[in-house]
């Protein structure tokens, strides 16, 4: 067990819907990334968050959005879902810059 | 931005051999790299990292890392390999200001016994 937990593992959806990922840090890890991995596209920075403010932005969809809160677990929104969002999509957290991540074990999303 | 680049999408060892997983990468300012490894429906791991100092690094499982600055490369080894080793490998890099990581394409290990 990394620490860093996210739920659901696994979720199917179909074409259109709207899907919220939920991931919970570290204890004592301010900072949350979002990672989408897929088979064509690798390992893709979505977004950062730091206790509680958005960071950095990588390639993140304007379907896609997130948010950290208070107790520092965080959501990653996708909406409109279309086939080609079918992917892992992992939560990493970290404590300060310079240290390496602890990711979680991801959530499988599927889009039928 | 930072980038990652792996050059190889699989590299096949046998058991027993060294083996050496390839990255170079291009960033601003002075590098934070590391290494990760992923099994099978699971997260990555960390493995290794470089921030300063002694440019040859050691990390968890017996392997290492050589930090060369000249040719901007950071590839990753070991000695001896193990089948159990076989996974996806995973390079990245983020600089000093930014705090967001950007990972290679990856390149999958395979140990035959």
């Known amino acids: 067990d990394s620490g860093v937990t996210q739920t659901p593992k696994h979720l199917i959806t179909a074409t259109g819907q709207r899907v919220t990922l939920r991931c919970s840090p570290r204890s004592g890890d301010l900072s949350v990334y979002w990672y989408q991995q897929s088979l064509d596209q690798g390992l893709q920075f979505l977004i950062q968050?730091?206790?509680?403010?958005?960071?950095a932005k990588g390639n993140i969809l304007e379907r896609f959005s997130a948010q950290q809160f208070p107790d520092l677990h965080s959501e990653l929104n996708l909406s409109s879902l279309e086939l080609g969002d079918s992917a892992l999509y992992f939560c990493?957290?970290?404590?300060?810059?310079?240290?390496?991540?602890?990711f979680g074990s991801g959530t499988r999303l599927t889009v039928v | 931005a930072q980038s990652v680049a792996q050059p190889e999408d699989q590299v096949n060892v046998a058991e027993g051999n060294p083996l050496t997983v390839k990255c170079t990468y291009s960033?601003?300012?002075?590098?934070?790299l590391f290494w990760y490894v992923q099994y099978p429906n699971r997260g990555l791991q960390f493995l290794l990292k470089?921030?300063?100092?002694?440019?040859l690094v050691k990390g968890s499982y017996g392997f290492e890392a050589e930090f060369n600055k000249s040719q901007t490369s950071f590839h990753l080894k070991k000695p001896s390999a193990l089948v159990s080793d076989s996974a996806l490998y995973f390079c990245a890099v983020r600089d000093a200001n930014n705090n967001d990581m950007r990972f290679g394409a990856g390149t999958r290990l395979t140990v035959k016994p």
């Open positions: 990493a957290s970290s404590v300060v810059s310079g240290n390496g991540y602890t």
């Open positions: 960033v601003s300012g002075n590098p934070y």
């Open positions: 968050y730091y206790n509680g403010e958005e960071r």
């Open positions: 470089y921030i300063t100092g002694d440019n």
